[in-house]
């Protein structure tokens, strides 16, 4: 079982940057691969990037390539989320989420956090 709570959301303005955290409960969290995704208001939830257990692969939405970094700390059970040259577009509610697979598709994870808003004013 794995829990999650997700920080960090805010308010900034187009270029700016945030950086989203997601604090993770249970003793197993570097057996998970971890993701971000966002759902903008009438949309479907999105992937945004994921990470494997040990940090080593990564992958991105192509919307957030190079302007986004997703990575991790085992020892502090952490994923972070840093976005930098925000667009509006990027306006939305991010969650964090934990799955068995290294995978883009939101059905395959298993644990979900509550979610932080991201607002991005032109």
């Known amino acids: 079982q794995v829990q999650l709570v997700e920080s960090g959301g805010g308010s900034v303005q187009a270029g700016g940057s945030l950086r989203l955290s997601c604090a993770a409960s249970?003793?197993?969290?570097?057996?998970?691969?971890m993701g971000w995704f966002r759902q903008a208001p009438g949309k479907e939830r999105a992937f945004v990037a994921t990470?494997?257990?040990?940090?080593?692969?990564?992958y991105y939405a192509d919307s957030v390539k190079g302007r986004f970094t997703i990575s991790r700390d085992n020892a502090q059970k952490t994923l972070y989320l840093q976005m930098n040259s925000l667009k509006p577009e990027d306006t939305a509610v991010y969650y964090c989420?934990?799955?068995?697979?290294?995978?883009?598709?939101?059905?395959?994870?298993?644990?979900w956090g509550q979610g932080t808003q991201v607002t991005v004013s032109s």
């Open positions: 989420a934990a799955s068995r697979f290294l995978v883009r598709a939101r059905d395959e994870y298993d644990y």
């Open positions: 249970g003793r197993t969290f570097s057996n998970y691969a």
């Open positions: 990470i494997s257990g040990a940090s080593i692969t990564t």
